[in-house]
């Protein structure tokens, strides 16, 4: 009986956000497996694959050719458990990485060069 009322008074308080312009609707979206979050030209510049991992991970990194990159693994707290710095990268480059000492669960790719960031998660199970 809680759970209902609670929902009728949260639909409410939704419905007349909405009427007052104060929220937008929410919309889901579909689940990505790849994800990039930057973009050089119509290529991805970061993919990360295949992610779902078992622990053996491959960086693809487009858009990048002759400058010096910093890819970094960080858990969900931000703690920086794998950092390694890429030079001379070509047009197209790709960089396999063994994580699978690392525990199952949720982590992020970092990728750093020049003033630009991109970050994509990755699943290890």
């Known amino acids: 009986m809680k759970q209902r009322l609670l929902f009728f008074v949260l639909t409410l308080a939704g419905l007349s956000m909405l009427r007052s312009g104060q929220a937008t609707p929410m ?5 990505v497996h790849h994800q990039a979050v930057v973009r050089a030209g119509d290529e991805r510049t970061l993919v ?3 992610n779902p991992s ?35 990268l070509s047009e197209r480059s790709t960089k396999t990485l063994d994580l699978s000492k690392f525990a199952n669960g949720l982590y992020y790719v970092k990728l750093e060069a020049d003033n630009a960031s991109q970050l994509c998660k990755l699943i290890i199970r």
């Open 27 to 31: 919309v889901a979206l579909p689940p």
């Open 48 to 50: 990360v694959y295949p």
């Open 54 to 88: 078992t622990g053996i991970v491959h960086l693809t990194i487009n858009g990048l050719e002759g400058r010096r990159a910093e890819v970094t693994v960080l858990n969900v707290i931000g703690t920086v458990l794998y950092r390694e710095t890429l030079t001379e």
